[in-house]
């Protein structure tokens, strides 16, 4: 499996940004989709998952309410709408296929996408 993430860019404060993440092959509908970000000098952080069956949790603490996530197996493809921006939303955000275990472990996705920068200017 193939991950591609795009929609990243500079954004004001209190702006909205929707990421994209295409994947490859035909069984796009049989995975779970989560999308974590990394910030400088920060551990890549769960932002939250898209579930096979349409099921989403979130990181509360630092997205509740602002990240929306949603998918269109359609079109291979998981979606992360942003509003709200703030400046410490300020990261690279991954996409990556879930596996096994728990949503906001790393350790529990078997493929990762590069990476698309977000910076939420104040």
């Known amino acids: 499996v193939q991950l591609q993430a795009s929609g990243g860019g500079l954004v004001q404060a209190g702006g909205s940004l929707r990421l994209s993440c295409a994947a490859s092959?035909?069984?796009?509908?049989?995975?779970?989709m989560g999308w974590f970000r990394q910030a400088p000098g920060k551990e890549r952080e769960f932002v939250g998952i898209?579930?096979?069956?349409?099921?989403?949790?979130y990181n509360a603490d630092s997205v509740k309410g602002r990240f929306t996530i949603s998918r269109d197996n359609g079109k291979n493809t998981a979606y992360l709408q942003m509003s709200s921006l703030k400046p410490e939303d300020t990261a690279v955000y991954f996409c990556?296929?879930?596996?096994?275990?728990?949503?906001?472990?790393?350790?529990?996705?078997?493929?990762w996408g590069q990476g698309t920068q977000v910076t939420v200017s104040s």
């Open positions: 990556a296929v879930h596996s096994s275990g728990s949503f906001a472990s790393t350790l529990s996705y078997k493929y």
């Open positions: 092959g035909r069984t796009f509908s049989s995975y779970g």
């Open positions: 898209i579930t096979q069956g349409g099921y989403t949790t």
